[in-house]
């Protein structure tokens, strides 16, 4: 099995999971969303564990070690994208299974298994970006939006989007729902390196909000801001966030 078909039938699998927790009705809230942070997460990293025994390994829900910094390759994973969302029931939550391969994001694959019959998106199955004309569509937190986001959006007369975890966020401008995902919150590298991974196999833009690259497998796993949008998009969003 590749690196690739790992991490999609890894996320796969673990939504499915996440789905039985969800719907055994044991739970509700926010001890849902524990149950199922830290069972996806004990499959995913035993599965890992397994599988690629050499690799590095940081987990949001795991206790990280500097071991990993010693290692080219490393799983960054994400057990529950959106832990608020899936305790209140809600679709856009995710699961995020990366690789990264000195300090790139190279292979990942995003579940979204709130979605009607699942979905994994992924680096090794690439799908057509669809086409559209008109301003651009942002998606923002549903309780934090970007200052930053909010100011491209006026400048470029777009639409805000709101929506929950990154994962989803970040997929919706994969799947052709939205043309840019811009933010400046601070988030930590599982929040993206799968996402950016599948984003940019896909063909997108991925990088600080600077333009700077971004750098996986850091001793400081906080990443501050994080965009991901069309290529067509990205001067004018520079633009707007220069101006």
Known sequence: MTDAELAAHLAGIAGRILIEVRDSGMFDGKALGKAGDQTANEFLIHALRHQRPEDGLLSEESKDTEERLEKSRVWIID??????????????????????????????????????????????????????DGPPRLVVSRTRPASEA????????????????????AMAVVRGEAEVYLHSGGQFEWDSCAPVAVARAHGLHCSRIDGSPLIYNQKDTYMPDLLICRKEWTKAVFDALNS
Do not use: C, Q, Y
């Open 79 to 132: 057990p529950v994208d959106g832990t608020r969302e899936f305790g209140e029931m809600r679709s856009d939550w995710a699961v995020h299974v990366a690789l990264a391969v000195n300090g790139e994001a190279a292979i990942g694959a995003v579940a979204l298994p709130g979605l009607a019959g699942g979905v994994v998106l992924r680096t090794d199955e690439i799908r057509a970006l669809p086409s559209r």
């Open 150 to 169: 909010i100011a491209v959006a006026e400048r470029l007369g777009g639409e805000l989007i709101p929506m929950g975890s990154a994962g989803a966020k």
